[in-house]
């Protein structure tokens, strides 16, 4: 079944709690409603606010699922809205439901 993908004003979370500022390269050929379309490079310039004091999340640090298998943008995966992985402290997920137009 088809999920929605994740655009540049889509959210993440990490498991405590901490948003994630992801920059969205803007060199995509392939846009959602005008918003650039997130893909698995992209992850590696995530800023996690972890609050976490003792063992915080800094980084992402992998895809467990939610990654395309058929759709790549530049060669990187595009991301889905049920996308979900590790970071070096915990776990992360998307917290809002992706473009309502342009599914994977
Ligand atoms: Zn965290």
Do not use: E, F, Y
Request: aromatic residues 0%.
């Amino acid at each position: 079944m088809a999920t929605s993908v994740l655009t540049a004003t889509d959210l993440l979370q990490c498991s405590h709690g901490g948003p994630i500022t992801v920059i969205v390269a803007p060199r995509r050929s392939l846009s959602a409603g005008g918003s650039l379309v997130m893909v698995q490079s992209d992850l590696t310039s995530a800023v996690i606010a972890c609050p976490n004091v003792n063992a915080p999340c800094v980084s992402i640090t992998s895809v467990i699922s939610g990654a395309s298998q058929v759709l790549t943008v530049d060669g990187s995966p595009v991301l889905l809205a049920d996308v979900q992985g590790a970071t070096n402290a915990g776990t992360w997920k998307a917290t809002s439901p992706g473009s309502p137009l342009l599914k994977a």
